[in-house]
């Protein structure tokens, strides 16, 4: 959640800044801004609303300077305004700050500053945390500025509570960026004669590949020629250069209109990317070397808590379906927000699994933190490798997606989905599951991708059905077993881009209330593959159809009955019911892009969202 990016190097900051606030757009877009220095001074420059206007702005201005930070926002304390758009200043004017996060006790430092004599001119946090660091530095002395400007960060972050990634330029040190971070994420990239400093390497990622990735409690400042990482209360700090696994052609849409259809069109090719390699066929099981369990830790596991957010979370009620159904070892799905506030019950060989895509969702990181502190063996399933979740994992998975750069969750969903079956599958092979069993589930997840492919041809059709529904106030999605997680998740989808309002039910459900919303105007999805409870589905659609509510089903090819109750279908190829939640989902997908697309919606940029959730 918001965007950072910050440049010092022998070139115009500006263009720099404005391409990475660009590829940085996912992560907030209600205000954006600069500071750029020049050896004369700060200039400052915020605009409310999209980076466009930022952009205009600069456009007009035409500031100039080789040091910079800019700054895309999600507005958490105060609406998103230009006086509320960072960078803000200090009270001498003379230091500006960019900042992801949120200061919890920023009340307080506020009212105290004010006592102080400070004003301010926002209802930001961060103007706060300006102000702080400008408290803290010594501008009476003729020691080195930059030593000042390092020291004032340093005395200043250990007063605030609350999460913090932070870029800070100073007139007085212009030959320098300082950065830090607590609970943000903030990358430093290695260039000739260039640094940059970031929230998300795909910021960079078109100037250099030699990147590090900080960790908390870190204090670096970066200059033209080098970079020096502290911790934030001295004494160096541990640094390693990592190497980005991605291109720049990866972060971009190519030929597709938004991010989300392009990530929707990539999953045949990220399902297999996320099994490749992963699979033994002689022993109908799956090989997890990353898990850094032995067998004997594995057999151990008597129960599995999976932790997540949003999409993720949804994934995750898919794999406990998995989990249980393959190796009969008791899983539940708990919701990371609500898991770091509950004391759940938990037994010495309960394995915990968080799952995220981005690896750095604030309240995933602390469900894992919470189960760390509990002395839980705690697993990742995580797309980011660089990201704080894959780093404080005992072990784990990664989904090996590639960036998933729309906000709308996709293609790391049935990822995360086909890595858990691979869980699944080796829990099972070390119980009670055949190698027969196992080979037949490779099988069938290896012929998923070609499946997938076939559901994606039929986009128009889906397009058509979308754009009849297009002008609808509410949709229901009903599913049951494993498809009531992708009713879940198709219901999220809808809302998230489409800003039609919908639930999803187990489909048995909906007699016990939510049909007294049943109407005309009313459409309901049923996710009806041929699985064991397919006639029940049926027996539920009737009685949709029997209070003249319309039915969409998503159902298995060669079940052309459906029809017959249906208005609209939509046919998925068979597999077995265990894997149907990767096919089932990818209409479901379409049918909220087409949808959003159809009511003129933005469909990367939803209203009020933002990518990577990094505060509570
Ligand atoms: C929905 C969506 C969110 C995320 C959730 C978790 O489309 O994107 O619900 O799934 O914020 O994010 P990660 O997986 O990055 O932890």
């Not at 009531?484 to 909906?510: D, W």
């Not at 459409?523 to 397919?534: M, R, T």
């Not at 159902?555 to 052309?560: K, L, M, Y």
């Amino acid at each position: 959640m918001c965007g950072i990016i910050g440049y010092i190097g022998k070139r115009q900051a500006s263009p720099i800044l404005l391409d990475g606030l660009r590829r940085l757009e996912y992560r907030g877009y209600d205000s954006a801004g600069m500071a750029l220095s020049n050896g004369h001074g700060l200039e400052v420059i915020r605009r409310a609303g999209r980076i466009e206007n930022l952009r205009k702005a600069v456009a007009e201005i035409n500031p100039r300077g080789e040091v910079g930070i800019s700054h895309t926002r999600w507005a958490t304390h105060g609406a998103p305004t230009d006086a509320n758009a960072h960078p803000h200043k200090d009270e001498s004017g003379k230091l500006a700050v960019v900042h992801n996060g949120v200061i919890e006790n920023y009340q307080q430092l506020r009212d105290w500053l004010k006592g102080e004599g400070h004003t301010f001119s926002s209802e930001t946090d961060t103007e706060v945390l300006a102000h702080l660091i400008g408290f803290e530095y010594d501008g009476s002395t003729e020691t080195d500025p930059i030593q000042r400007l390092v020291g004032a960060v340093q005395t200043a972050l250990p007063r605030v509570k609350g999460t913090y990634g932070i870029a800070v330029i100073h007139e007085d040190a212009p030959s320098v960026i300082v950065g830090a971070r607590l609970g943000s994420p903030l990358v430093v990239g290695l260039g000739e004669g260039e640094h940059y400093l970031a929230s998300d390497v795909s910021a960079i990622v078109t100037h250099t590949k030699d990147v590090v990735y900080l960790n908390d409690y870190d204090v670096v400042t970066i200059s033209r020629t080098g970079y020096d990482v502290q911790h934030v209360e001295g004494g160096a700090a541990r640094v390693t250069v990592s190497r980005v696994d991605f291109t720049e052609d990866e972060a971009e849409k190519g030929d597709f209109p938004h991010f989300m259809l392009k990530e929707i069109y990539e999953q045949p090719n990220s399902i297999r990317n996320a099994i490749r390699g992963r699979l033994s066929k002689d022993e109908g099981t799956a090989i997890l070397g990353g898990l850094q369990m032995t067998q004997q830790e594995l057999r151990q596991v008597d129960r599995i808590i999976l932790s997540a957010c949003g999409t993720a979370c949804h994934a995750g009620m898919v794999g406990e379906y998995l989990i249980e159904s393959l190796a009969r070892i008791p899983t539940e799905v708990e919701i990371a927000s609500e898991f770091r506030y509950r004391n759940v019950p938990t037994t010495k060989d309960t394995l915990q699994i968080v799952i995220s895509q981005s690896g750095e969702t604030i309240d995933t990181l602390a469900a894992l933190r919470e189960a760390k502190r509990k002395g839980l063996k705690c697993l990742g399933i995580v797309n980011n490798v660089a990201s704080t979740i894959a780093r404080e994992t005992d072990g784990g998975i990664y989904i090996h997606a590639g960036p998933e750069i729309g906000v709308a969750a996709t293609k790391s969903f049935t990822s995360q989905v086909a890595v858990m079956t691979l869980l699944g599958l080796l829990f099972g092979r070390i119980h009670h599951l055949s190698s027969t069993d196992g080979l037949e589930l490779i099988d069938e997840l290896e012929a998923i991708p070609d499946k997938i492919s076939q559901i994606l041809a039929q986009a128009d059709h889906i397009k058509q059905i979308a754009e009849k529904y297009a002008h609808v106030e509410g949709m229901l999605f009903m599913g049951r077993l494993n498809n009531y997680p992708v009713a879940l998740e198709g219901a999220l989808k809808m809302k998230e881009i489409s800003y039609i309002y919908a639930s999803g039910h187990p489909s048995a459900e909906l007699k016990h209330g939510v049909i007294a919303l049943v109407k005309p105007e009313l459409p309901s999805v049923f996710i009806a593959p041929h699985d064991a409870v397919f006639e029940k589905n049926i027996s539920n659609i009737e009685e949709v159809k029997a209070r003249k509510g319309p039915v969409i089903a998503v159902a298995t090819e060669g079940h052309p009955n459906i029809e017959k109750v249906a208005d609209d279908v939509i046919y998925i190829p068979r597999c077995p019911s265990s894997l149907s939640p990767l096919l089932t989902v990818i209409p479901l997908q379409l049918l909220s892009y087409y949808v959003a697309v159809a009511r003129g919606c933005d469909v990367d940029k939803p209203r009020n969202l933002a990518k990577s959730v990094t505060v509570e």
